[in-house]
């Protein structure tokens, strides 16, 4: 974030309290947070925030997803960033990708038991899992031919890392020529990290020669890696952990999790003693215990434990989602407590109008990171805990995406400390702020301000999620960018972007002159907005802010229809409740009823028409691409029904939308092919009314070879 002493004001508040819109603002939001987060780790190894505080992030992103499924984005899949330019560029055969995060017992349980239900196995059914150290360091593939390391690579962002071979081969952990029988192409990854007295005998030499220290061992090992100059890496202790492979060009004769890392022990890796396999989440959890309280007394830095399916059949079958495997999940250590106390409470008001009360601490240290701030949540949370001004607090980075207090040590309370008022007035634009109630009279717990868009601090925000990143992306229109244009009445609307340039053209105060801003930074603003007259379908539709509709749910629109056009007819003849246009939206996968109505009603609201046509004489959209044009299915859209005997249901839907077909949860006219297992009802009747195909699970694997 760009001023980190401002929290985002509806973070503060239980997702199950957002309501839609509250929820697609914020998740924009959180989206270009973590976005910008993974470029400073994963591209430049200079973070800005704890690992703990990056996982809150995501944490509390997923969460937001889970209870907006229409909100789905790209970066809440993504992995790493994109390599730096600095490097040549290297392309994995096999995608390296993240591991998805639990941070309870209870969470550990549901994983075993989804992997259980994924695979329709028995709840009680033992699956045996490996658990190991979870490594803070910097992931690396390394490839062997022939038994030789012919390349080394960065994650990168999964699909493309840097070519850091020269580097890798000074670090003594990693053999150039592997030991014994090895496959002709062997791919095998793993961490690069510096030990705990090495970090620090390496920071005592940079102080001591006047150079730059460096804030943990993770952020030493990735810079000490990705050093243009090798010899700069020769000279840093570096080491590696082997825990996993990529391509291999014949399999091992293991079978099992375990037994491949053992075999990469034969090879010459160096592998984590402390891996162990697990038969039940008892033994699982008492791992987890144990590899805790030895945590503070490890060489190396870890913040939890990698749990994994043993049995490789069992990964094969289980696969991935788009960002991680669902046969292994990080269980990360819980957050730290700390007491400090409250030197003022300040209101923020976010984008939607919510007034948020968040505590400024006396500086504290929580988990090494130092909190300055922490959220009050809402005004109720204030009137319960009954936080005061100079009250001692105990505040924890747990759970939210920022620290919160816990609680109130009132027996250091001052004798005249007086209960806080909240006010009942903006602070930006001095409407008032009320809390609404429902039909019922139960009041919202958020306060809102009424002032909508004459209040600054909302209609900023409109701007801001317009430009963004999953939105138009248009680089240079940062928040203090937007706040200086709006407030000077530049741009209030998003297509006063557009004629910016012109109209500077014609003014006596150009944007060259203003403080700040020089030819060179004009130039290439007024070149970025240009960029983005060509702008792709699904991005224009997420820029509108229609309710409900995040980036995810936006790509998904723009795919199905192909164009604005198609999308807006459709939703002006979905008027009625009943129409056949209602049905076809509807009957698209992830767009439910709500989502439906809303499409319905942004496009039937006359103002929202004008502006949309207004934007469209400044803008050419760009059909969506193609997904897998070369499957039999690419683009159909399909719908399975019945008792599936050779797959589950989710087994079948991700296999169909890998080959680039869209799967629905109904049958219309516009279905293309329907597979049927035994026990189909209503869909095999539906299909039949409109002459869908129907086919065999057996003839659709046919189909697909």
Request: charged share 25%; net charge negative; aromatic share 6%.
């Amino acid at each position: 974030m760009s001023n980190p002493d401002k929290i985002p004001p509806a973070r503060a508040m239980a997702v199950e309290d957002l309501t839609p819109f509250e929820a697609r603002l914020e998740h924009g939001d959180l989206a270009a947070e973590i976005a910008a987060h993974d470029v400073r780790y994963h591209q430049q190894d200079a973070p800005t925030i704890s690992d703990g505080d990056y996982d809150r992030l995501r944490q509390r992103l997923l969460a937001i997803e889970a209870h907006f499924p229409e909100l789905r984005s790209v970066v809440a899949v993504a992995v790493g960033a994109k390599p730096s330019e600095k490097f040549a560029k290297v392309k994995h055969r096999v995608p390296m990708l993240s591991l998805a995060n639990v941070f309870s017992d209870d969470e550990a349980g549901d994983f075993l038991d989804r992997i259980r239900r994924y695979l329709d196995l028995d709840p009680q059914a033992p699956v045996a899992l490996t658990a190991e150290p979870k490594i803070d360091g910097l992931s690396c593939s390394l490839r062997y031919e022939d038994g030789k390391l012919v390349v080394a690579a960065t994650r990168g962002d999964g699909e493309e890392g840097e070519d850091v071979t020269l580097n890798v081969r000074t670090i003594k952990d990693i053999p150039q020529v592997l030991v014994g029988s090895v496959p002709a192409i062997l791919e095998v990854r793993g961490e690069i990290y510096m030990r705990k007295d090495d970090f620090a005998a390496l920071n005592q030499r940079q102080e001591a020669e006047g150079k730059p220290v460096f804030a943990n061992p993770r952020n030493a090992a990735a810079g000490s890696l990705r050093q243009l100059d090798s010899a700069i890496t020769a000279d840093r202790p570096l080491r590696f952990f082997a825990y996993a492979w990529g391509e291999i060009s014949e399999p091992l004769p293991s079978m099992s999790q375990s037994g491949m890392v053992e075999a990469f022990g034969r090879f010459g890796f160096v592998t984590n003693p402390l891996m162990k396999r697990c038969d039940t989440l008892t033994d699982l959890l008492a791992h987890y215990r144990m590899i805790e309280v030895q945590r503070s007394s490890l060489a190396y830095d870890i913040d939890g434990v990698v749990y994994k399916v043993d049995d490789l059949a069992l990964q094969r079958r289980l696969g991935f989602i788009a960002r991680s495997p669902r046969w292994a999940t990080a269980h990360k250590f819980p957050a730290e407590q700390a007491t400090t106390s409250v030197t003022a409470i300040d209101i923020q008001v976010g984008r939607t109008g919510v007034l948020t009360p968040v505590a400024r601490l006396e500086p504290v240290t929580v988990g090494g990171v130092v909190v300055s701030n922490a959220t009050l949540h809402n005004e109720e949370e204030i009137a319960r805990k009954d936080v005061r001004i100079c009250d001692t607090v105990v505040v924890q980075r747990a759970g939210d995406v920022i620290p919160q207090v816990v609680s109130v040590v009132l027996e250091q309370r001052k004798a005249d400390s007086i209960a806080y008022d909240f006010p009942k007035t903006c602070p930006v634009c001095g409407s008032h702020a009320v809390r609404e109630a429902d039909a019922a009279g139960k009041e919202d717990k958020a306060r809102r301000c009424t002032g909508g868009l004459v209040c600054p601090a909302q209609a900023v925000e409109r701007l801001r999620h317009f430009v963004a990143r999953d939105a138009m992306d248009i680089k240079g229109f940062g928040e203090r960018q937007i706040e200086a244009f709006y407030r000077d009445g530049l741009v209030t609307r998003p297509q006063d972007i557009f004629t910016l340039e012109t109209r500077d053209t014609g003014s006596l105060k150009k944007l060259k002159n203003r403080e700040g801003w020089g030819e060179t930074s004009v130039r290439n603003l007024f070149a970025a907005i240009a960029a983005r007259r060509n702008v792709t379908l699904h991005r224009f539709i997420f820029a509108l802010g229609i309710r409900h509709v995040g980036e995810s749910t936006a790509k998904l629109l723009a795919r199905h229809f192909g164009t604005l056009d198609a999308l807006r007819e459709t939703a002006l003849a979905a008027r009625e409740p009943d129409s056949e246009a209602r049905k076809t939206l509807t009957a698209i996968d992830g767009i439910g009823p709500v989502m439906a109505e809303a499409l319905v009603d942004f496009f039937t609201e006359e103002h929202n028409s004008q502006a949309v046509a207004e934007l469209l004489t400044y803008l050419t959209l760009q059909p969506p691409e193609v997904v897998a044009s070369q499957s039999p299915v690419s683009g159909k859209t399909l719908v399975f029904t019945g008792a599936l005997e050779r797959m589950s249901r989710d087994e079948a839907k991700s296999m169909a939308e890998r080959l680039g077909a869209k799967v629905s949860g109904s049958v219309s006219k516009k279905t293309d092919l329907v597979v049927a297992g035994p026990g189909a009802g209503s869909k095999l009747a539906d299909a039949r009314k409109h002459g869908v195909e129907v086919i065999t699970e057996d003839e659709w694997f046919t189909l697909i070879g």
